[in-house]
């Protein structure tokens, strides 16, 4: 695969360069090695692309996955509780998770369990690799990586994107890099409040 557009929101590209060189080359060490050829295997069976061979996102994510595992990247989890009280909401927010459910049952409301989990993260910095439908990368942008840095345990998040020239070729209703600039530009320059780096690749 390669590279062929990379967007740097709040300056997330230039913090990996700058603090996390190593990293930023991992990742292109890793996406120039996934073989996108023996990832078409999918046979379509829609209607205006049956019988026409596909790349397949599962495939993909199996080499992507196998690539950044071999390279130390570990899925992490962040743990947190809510509760329908708005006002507790915000005010334990920031707070540890065994304080969160403390508080939130000192007033009698009723903590529910939650988590966020990111499947690749390596010295503070998380990855996703995104084949699936539009809203897992809203998902990604918007709760994900943002949850992450506000719980101070990432400094920048890195969403891998096909291109359309390459969703083109893959089942309909995937996402693509130039449909989810546009949703990250439309929000204005300062959302999502965490530093990204999206990333959008072809063969």
């Not at 990293?23 to 996934?34: D, P, Q, S, T, Y």
């Not at 719980?151 to 693509?176: F, N, R």
Request: net charge neutral; hydrophobic share 40%.
């Amino acid at each position: 695969m390669n590279i062929i557009e990379t967007y740097s929101h709040l300056n997330g590209l230039e913090f990996l360069i700058v603090h996390k060189l190593e990293l930023w080359e991992e990742i292109k060490n890793v996406i120039a090695l996934v073989d996108a050829e023996t990832c078409k295997t999918k046979v379509s069976k829609e209607k205006t692309m049956k019988g026409k061979l596909l790349y397949s996102p599962i495939d993909m994510n199996k080499a992507f996955s196998r690539l950044l595992h071999t390279n130390q990247w570990k899925e992490s989890r962040v743990s947190y509780w809510v509760t329908k009280n708005e006002k507790l909401i915000r005010k334990t927010l920031t707070m540890p998770a065994t304080d969160q459910k403390k508080e939130i049952e000192a007033v009698g409301e009723v903590p529910i369990f939650s988590y966020n989990q990111t499947d690749f993260v390596k010295n503070r910095v998380a990855v996703e690799v995104q084949f699936g439908k539009y809203s897992f990368v809203a998902y990604d942008l918007f709760v994900k990586h943002l949850a992450f840095y506000i719980g101070d345990h990432i400094d920048v998040g890195i969403e891998i994107l096909p291109m359309k020239t390459l969703q083109a070729q893959m089942s309909s209703g995937v996402a693509y890099y130039e449909g989810e600039l546009y949703n990250i530009v439309r929000q204005g320059r300062g959302v999502p409040a965490v530093p990204l780096v999206i990333i959008g690749i072809a063969p």
